[in-house]
């Protein structure tokens, strides 16, 4: 399976949000990374099928989803980033209307119910209504929803904002079982949560992909550019103004500093191995709202 997007734009007024953008998405998870206003969410909104863009086009297999009509759709599962739940409904019987909805028999609309809400771990409130549930079981229900279908393409905006550690753990091992065989596109701002399930990083700055790139060599780029080092209290503010500090622990009497940079930011700095925050950082700086995990 191939989901090929080609000079894919996105304009409003003179301004884009995606400016030509070009990606061949095969089975796997795609992190979808990028700051505020980067594109992400309109992106995906495309390839839902939720807006029409300005150009370039967007195919399955070869075919554009225009041709395919009603048949793309049966492909897709669609988590939005702010899910509209109708909060007097149980989760049952919100489950049962998006079957509905999607086209599903009402026998197999049932089943698919039972199935997904066992898979989620909502069979024990399945008949209690959705205003009663936490953040994290109404996530759990949004993701459930997306799965009625058995859609071969999963596209997830931001599935684990507002979640607590243990409650992402959950989600990332749920997201990471339905993957096989699925185009699965994940957006978000929590560096860590991509950077244990995905196959694929792609970044986005100004509607354009900057990088693309498998999570095993995503950080090859700035291989020798993250340093380590322990200074004092008084020369912290001094590394932060010269260079782009991205973690200050203290310890002890001293402040261990972690810093990216092209050159040492001082003699006795060492080299680290980079991880993701790092090359999220390194492209983002100070537009950069990333939330560190606290697993």
Known sequence: MELQLQNLSKRYGTKYAVDDVNACLTPGIYGLLGANGAGKTTLMRMICGVLKPTSGTISLNGKKIEALGEQYYDHLGYMPQDFGFYPDFTAREF?????????LSKNKGKKRTDSLLHMVNLSDVADKKIKSFSGGMKQRLGIAQAELNSPSILILDEPTAGLD???RVRFRNLI?????EKIVILSTHIVSDVSYIADTILMMKDGRFILQK???TVTDGIQGKVWELFTDERTVEEYSRRFAVVNLHHENNSVRLRIISNTAP?????TVPPSLEDLFLYHFGEDAQVERSEI
């Open 176 to 180: 990471s079982d339905l993957s096989k």
């Open 165 to 167: 550690p243990k409650e």
């Open 266 to 270: 001082s003699a006795d700095a060492k």
């Open 95 to 103: 489950m049962l209307y998006m079957a509905a909805v999607k086209g």
């Open 214 to 216: 498998p999570m095993a």
